[in-house]
């Protein structure tokens, strides 16, 4: 059985930083398309950042410069980086893994950037 487990969201002050984990068991994300999503409020899912296998990184452009995507294969985990956070975004934070045609999501994780 395939799971992926957030954590490390909370509570941050604006200019603050959090980092996220995702733990996956059931598959070696090695092989995998690694990547965090994010929901706001009344809002869409949005992609935010992406790690392939072989560790091309992708992101978002309201996210890049700030956010790091990185990923510990001995430990198959994936981990978000967030410095520099703003009140938007706030959002709950979705891991995924993507090997087409197969895509597991996570349960989420919610950040939330308030002074």
């Known amino acids: 059985q395939v799971q992926l487990v957030e954590s490390g969201g909370g509570l941050a002050q604006p200019g603050g930083s959090l980092r996220l984990s995702c733990a996956a068991s059931?598959?070696?994300?090695?092989?995998?398309?690694m990547g965090w999503y994010r929901q706001a409020p009344g809002k869409q899912r949005e992609w935010a950042a992406t790690i392939s296998s072989g560790g091309i990184t992708n992101y978002a452009d309201s996210v890049k410069g700030r956010f790091t995507i990185s990923r510990d294969n001995a430990k198959n985990t994936v981990y978000l980086q967030m410095n520099s956070l703003k009140p938007e975004d706030t959002a709950v934070y979705y891991c995924n893994a993507y090997l087409g045609p197969q895509a597991y999501w996570g349960q989420g994780t919610q950040v939330t950037v308030s002074s």
């Open positions: 059931g598959i070696i994300s090695s092989a995998y398309r």
